[in-house]
């Protein structure tokens, strides 16, 4: 069964950082593009960020793109995003997602399943 758990949202002033965690569990972690998508309330869902199984390749959104670092350990089966310069758009739910395949992922389509997401909230 595959289990993706997101950690690391909070509440943060505009300019501040957050770094949001993915734990993975029941997939082959390391042949399988992840990525990490928002949704805001009212609004359709993102995707944010997306990393190929190998680390080589990544794409962010416009939106983000120059703040938000995505990464992976394929070792401890780990995700990331570190999101810097934080704005009030930014807030939304984040959720951790896996693709169905090797390489990024730009649209929600390429997803197969996602964690239980969580809260991002930048205070103006």
């Known amino acids: 069964q595959v289990q993706l758990v997101e950690s690391g949202g909070g509440l943060v002033q505009a300019g501040g950082s957050l770094r949001l965690s993915c734990a993975a569990a029941g997939i082959t972690f390391n042949e399988r593009a992840m990525g990490w998508f928002r949704q805001a309330p009212g609004k359709e869902r993102e995707v944010v960020a997306s990393?190929?199984?190998?680390?080589?390749?990544?794409y962010y959104a416009d939106s983000v793109k120059g703040r938000f670092t995505i990464s992976r350990d394929n070792v401890k089966n780990m995700m990331y995003l570190q999101m810097n310069s934080l704005e009030p758009e930014d807030t939304a739910v984040y959720y951790c997602?896996?693709?169905?395949?090797?390489?990024?992922?730009?649209?929600?389509?390429?997803?197969?399943?996602w964690g239980q997401g969580t809260q991002v909230t930048v205070s103006a």
């Open positions: 997602a896996r693709g169905f395949g090797i390489t990024v992922i730009t649209t929600m389509g390429g997803f197969a399943s």
């Open positions: 990393i190929s199984f190998s680390n080589n390749d990544k």
